[in-house]
């Protein structure tokens, strides 16, 4: 809720505001966690990546949780070219791993279709698909197109494809920030007891699966406790907001 209201004041400033949500982590469904804030997410992290994210906003949750390092994220990024040539059938198997799921037909985000010679992709920072046709091994043309009519829009040179999904990992959203951010925090006396409350709702959560020989998600295993967030941020140039007053610059 606090988020929301720091979004909905910053907008009178900017309209470029990238929300970074926390994981929706079902305990008794490890797959069940919902697409749509995945593909949120790892928009933040592609907005990051191409020096797109000028204000980021998350709760201590989303900080918490360890994400997957941008080397090993962005590893296999894929850029492609009009008039070269590629494998059809590896850049399917790229978009696999990037997390890009096949589809029959284009519908949403982070999905793709092959039809053919034609290649359709939905970006996850996109509205548009985009549709990539080949002549034998050779991309004879890449376009935007409407999901909803297939009309094509704009003719490409290129194209970067990034990540369709985040995967787990040893980092936080921090190692994305440069050291040119300015991080804000938000009353850091209830973002330290927030802190210390989940570490231990989360012992009780994981020794509560074991028990019942439930999987424990990843995401609840591998998170930051309080030390690890004191250490994490103490290299960063910090304001530190209080209810009445703003704190000075670290």
Known sequence: MQARKIIKDL???????????KKEIVTYDIYA??????????KVLNNIYENKAKVIVLTIESLMEKIAAPKELYNDKLDINSGQDYSLGEIKQKLINLGYERCE??????????RGGIL???????????RIEFWGDTIDSIRTFDINSQRSIDMLDSIAIY????FSGSATLLEYLSSDYLL???EIGKV????QSITKDNIHIIKDLIEREKPVPGAIEN?????????????RNIVYMESNNVGALR
């Open 120 to 130: 359709d992709i939905h970006l996850v920072n996109s509205k548009l698909g985009t």
């Open 184 to 186: 804000f925090i938000d």
């Open 105 to 114: 037909l284009v519908e949403g985000n982070g999905q793709f279709s092959v």
């Open 11 to 21: 907008k009178y400033f900017t309209e470029d505001i990238n929300y970074f949500p």
């Open 223 to 235: 998170m930051l406790d309080y030390e690890e967030f004191m250490d994490a941020i103490s290299d």
């Open 33 to 42: 966690e919902s697409k749509e804030v995945l593909h949120q997410r790892v």
């Open 163 to 166: 990540p369709a999904q985040e």
């Open 192 to 195: 330290g007891n927030r802190i």
